[in-house]
């Protein structure tokens, strides 16, 4: 049956930033189609509070804390990952911060420094170890999680932009150099969605009623909404995909 080619049976998929938001509904939605998770966030706690609802679907859930902005964090990651599961088939790069909400010509070097840090590099090293392991493997898919402020300037968001900017050619050269050992990577780019770093934006009423009115659809996304595209991302029934961008914005960029 064509729906088999949407399982994800006894892969391993590692879900960054998978305590909250995106990442943890990618991280249930992998569960679901019955995927082993890694889930990682900086801090531990939250992390098994989501483990545990993932190991109530009948699947295996190892809780890891890593900044993966670090690279020694990022190597121990992977370290467990190897240890428990020998191998990674999935990784999804959803970490990701925005510590400066203004004008480019106002924020610091620390905070540029903070931003690349995470959202670039840490997506950038994550992605060098997952696809070592995949290459052994016989393949893989490498799903990063951009936004549509990669596209088009956003007011108040620039560097955060251009780090999304930077993470969507980071798919593409990763997809092209990695194409014929079989490691797909792609990006899935969403519009102005529930989740925490999107509060201010969606509770200001001055400035969400301007956001939205470039949305089609009128309204914002909720974190659930992004997994449908990152289980296809995932999944068999994309094998011929790869270096693609998958706009979930309610017809924001058409």
Known sequence: MYADKFRLDGKVAIVTGGSRGIGKEIALGFAEQGAHLVIAARKQEPLEAVAAEVRRLGVQCLPV?????????IRGLFEKVMETHGRVDILVNNAATNPFFGPVMEMSEGLWDKT????????????QAAARIMMQKGGGSIINIASVAAFAAAPMQ????????????MTRVFAKELAAAGVRVNAICPTLTDTKFSQMLIETKEIYEIAVQMIPMRRHAQPAEMVGAAIYLASAAASFVTGTCVTVDGGMTA
């Open 116 to 127: 690349l840090e995470v959202n670039l590099k840490g997506a950038f090293l994550m992605s």
């Open 65 to 73: 804390a890593c900044h993966v902005g670090k690279p020694e964090q």
């Open 158 to 169: 620039g560097v955060y932009g251009i780090t999304k900017a930077g993470l969507v050619m």
